[in-house]
Each structure stands twice: as structure tokens, then as C-alpha cells.
């Protein structure tokens, strides 16, 4: 073990793991959900994550940087090739179909409050 550690928000949980682990890998042995379809091989971008300070990553390699785009210009990662080499933050998005379902929930609520 070198150190490496992630820390992964919304869930705060951190995990040491060793250099060279993906984000996928180290989400699932933390324990965080991050969505995958394609199973880490840079395909379904489902896995995208945003890291504030990536000097804790290896940089990107081209196949992440051509499939995110402007997207990694602006700190998103894909956690299935992002790899860690010190520690680093992480953000992972809120499923989109839990927001979706959660701004319902609270569209009914604010109708509810109404009558
Ligand atoms: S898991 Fe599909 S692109 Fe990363």
C-alpha cells in the first residue's frame, strides 16, 4: 500500500487502495455505486465521475479523452480508466433516473402543500 486513498462524495467514503486501481474498482470496494454498462471498457460512459484536483490520477489516456469530449476539459473522468496514483476527490453524479423520480416526489409534495 503507497498511500492512495479516494475519497468518494455524495456517500463521504474513503478507501486506501494501491496505485493503479481504476475509480471503478475502488468504488466497488468502497462500496459506492458507480454505473457501468459496458463492464470498464470506456464504451457506455455511464461511469463518469467529476474529480476537482486530478493531479491525483494518471493523466488520461486518449481513448478517455476522446470519448468525454469537452466533458474533460471540465473534470469529468471515466472511473473505468481513471487510475489513482495518490489520493484524490470524487464526485459521483446522482442516477438519473433517482433525480428524476426524486424531483417528482417533491413536485408532489409541493401540490400536497397546495390544498
Ligand atoms: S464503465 Fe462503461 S465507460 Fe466506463
Known sequence: MNGS?????????????RAGTTLLDAGRKAKVHIRTRCDGKAACL?????VDDPSGLAPMNVNER?????????????????RVIGSVQVT???????AAIRAQLARQAEEDDLF
Open 66 to 82: 476522446l470519448k468525454l469530449g469537452t466533458q474533460a476539459d471540465e473534470g469529468f473522468r471515466l472511473a473505468c480508466q481513471a
Open 46 to 50: 455511464m461511469c463518469k465521475v467529476k
Open 5 to 17: 486513498e479516494v475519497h468518494f462524495w455524495p456517500d463521504n467514503k474513503k478507501i486506501s487502495v
Open 92 to 98: 459521483v453524479p446522482e442516477d438519473p433516473l433517482k
